[in-house]
């Protein structure tokens, strides 16, 4: 088994924090790979100042460069909007891996919103990485909810492989203030110059249009 994280998100665009909180991840939770779903949609933002998938994509390929990341739009070929309809076909379709789902402390706040979140944990362990301003929601998240009786120690993450989900660890990594929506107001025009683009998705190995 491959051991494999998965983090989701929209990059819009890709910078530094998903890239620190990745490498963080990888090395505390021991991954080989670690894969950054650019979603085609995410149902909880506004489609408004959402830049075009093949934007996002080339600067989370950017961004992932020289680092055991890869950049995805898999979600597109499944055609799966929701993580829990992405993680039953990942699932399914590679049994040689072993998933783990990585998200923010901010995402935790707001993990009731998504859709049929308890059968998302009862899928594949959840690693939560400390966001600067959440973690006090995330913990009262935890404290209050379902996922309470699920938590495991973070001493005891190496052995993440072995846990039958639900199961869930929080990390804490040194954080970094960056965020996309600074990156957007700074430069509101980022995606008109996205660079050169991959021939080929990392993941799939198919074409990318």
Do not use: C
Request: no cysteine; net charge positive.
């Amino acid at each position: 088994m491959i051991p494999t994280g998965l983090l989701g998100g929209s990059f819009n665009p890709a910078h530094r924090a998903h890239r620190g909180i990745s490498l963080f991840a990888a090395r505390a939770l021991a991954l080989d790979e670690l894969w950054w779903l650019v979603s085609p949609g995410n149902p909880l933002k506004p489609a408004a100042g959402m830049a075009p998938l093949a934007a996002r994509l080339a600067s989370a390929r950017r961004m992932a460069r020289r680092a055991p990341i890869r950049a995805t739009a898999i979600e597109r070929e499944l055609g799966t909007r929701y993580t829990v309809d992405t993680l039953a076909r990942l699932v399914r379709r590679y049994p040689n891996r072993r998933f783990v789902w990585l998200m923010g402390a901010d995402n935790l706040v707001q993990f009731t919103r998504w859709r049929n979140w308890r059968k998302i944990a009862r899928t594949v362990p959840i690693a939560v990485i400390a966001r600067p301003g959440y973690d006090d929601g995330a913990r009262a998240a935890i404290s209050r909810g379902w996922l309470r009786r699920f938590v495991r120690r973070a001493d005891q993450v190496k052995s993440w492989t072995t846990w039958r989900p639900p199961a869930l660890v929080l990390l804490r990594s040194s954080p970094d203030p960056t965020s996309a929506t600074q990156l957007r107001g700074a430069n509101p025009r980022w995606h008109l110059d996205p660079g050169p683009r991959a021939l080929t998705d990392p993941v799939t190995r198919r074409p990318l249009s």
